[in-house]
């Protein structure tokens, strides 16, 4: 069977993505995490993917995928690849890739990883029991290993979960150094269909970057945990492993991780009380170590400016009021 993994284009250079979901407008955490991995590409002379992750189809609006793309243009964060100006691994918005998602399903069931699971959310809840504050519960394997005949009795569409070995991945992060983890103790036995056809995140994520030839995934510190299974997957479609780099997360007074719940973030909010885009980016970059004083700074004046080396590892706390701290420092400079 000829496959789309890995990618046959040239990957000498470096080939970064920033993968969205157009849930939402976007918020000054999507901007953070845009900024770097844009900042990474450009410094490298490197490639920049621009991909919609919108498999989450009842979350996902065409009105959010529109402004996202009119935002990150007025941020001047451009893209090499993308929805709007294609590219040699198109497409790239994630409901239009199921055929990458169908065949990469096939690959695994070749290999006899993959089962059906017939388990009810109730039952999943049920086992789990009341979760603790950071808490992760394992699949129980209650379907793994069923006779035809025991499948056949349950009249009910299954999901699709991938049967993890006890195999320890290792990589080195860019910002956190070395990590390990034995997939049969962090992740167990996960979904990669749902039962009603939709693909799960691990699988088109680790499918997409390596169809798209990605050589570099910048992204946030909360998704450290899942790239081993990523990095597993990839190998399976026999795709080399992106390098990655986790950075740190941008949180509220509270301490919660910003989200499109919140008031008062997006960009184009923040641009409608009047501030500039190279205020914006230049304050991210201040505030995550990169810069030591304020300045505002286009995003090619950043490439060179920003100091990697001061970047934080520990996660940033914003303001109550961003706007006003934002317009307080640019009228001291």
Excluded at 201 to 229: E, F, K
Aim: hydrophobic residues 35%.
């Amino acid at each position: 069977m000829t496959t789309s993994f890995p990618c046959l284009i040239d990957m000498a250079a470096m080939r970064g993505r920033f993968a969205p979901s157009p849930t939402g407008y976007i918020h000054l955490g999507n901007v953070w995490t845009a900024l770097l991995g844009w900042l990474q590409v450009r410094r490298a002379g490197g490639t920049l993917v621009l991909r919609l992750e919108d498999i989450d189809t009842q979350r996902s609006k065409p009105e959010y995928a529109k402004a996202l793309l009119e935002d990150l243009h007025w941020l001047g964060l451009d893209w090499d690849e993308g929805p709007d100006c294609g590219g040699p691994c198109g497409p790239y918005v994630q409901k239009q890739r199921y055929e990458h998602y169908d065949e990469a399903l096939q690959i695994l069931q070749q290999k006899r990883l993959l089962y059906p699971c017939y388990c009810t959310r109730a039952r999943l809840q049920a086992v789990a029991g009341a979760p603790h504050e950071g808490e992760h519960h394992l699949y129980d394997q209650h379907c793994y290993g069923l006779s035809e005949r025991e499948r056949a009795a349950m009249g009910r569409t299954p999901s699709w979960r991938i049967h993890v070995p006890s195999e320890t991945i290792c990589f080195v992060d860019g910002l956190y150094g070395r990590q390990e983890a034995t997939l049969s103790r962090s992740c167990g036995d996960y979904v990669v269909r749902r039962s009603d056809g939709m693909y799960a995140y691990q699988l088109a994520v680790s499918v997409d970057d390596a169809a798209m030839g990605i050589t570099h995934v910048l992204r946030g510190r909360d998704l450290l945990d899942s790239t081993p299974q990523q990095i597993w997957l990839i190998g399976l479609l026999g795709a080399e492993a992106p390098q990655y780099m986790h950075v740190p997360m941008l949180l509220d007074r509270q301490g919660h991780r910003i989200s499109k719940r919140q008031q008062g973030i997006t960009v184009r909010q923040l641009r409608e009380q009047g501030l500039t885009a190279a205020q914006i980016l230049s304050y991210l970059a201040y505030a995550g170590g990169l810069l030591e004083r304020f300045g505002e700074f286009t995003p090619q004046q950043l490439v060179r400016r920003c100091q990697w080396e001061r970047l934080s590892v520990h996660d940033i706390t914003l303001p109550e009021d961003v706007f006003q701290v934002i317009y307080s420092l640019s009228q001291q400079k």
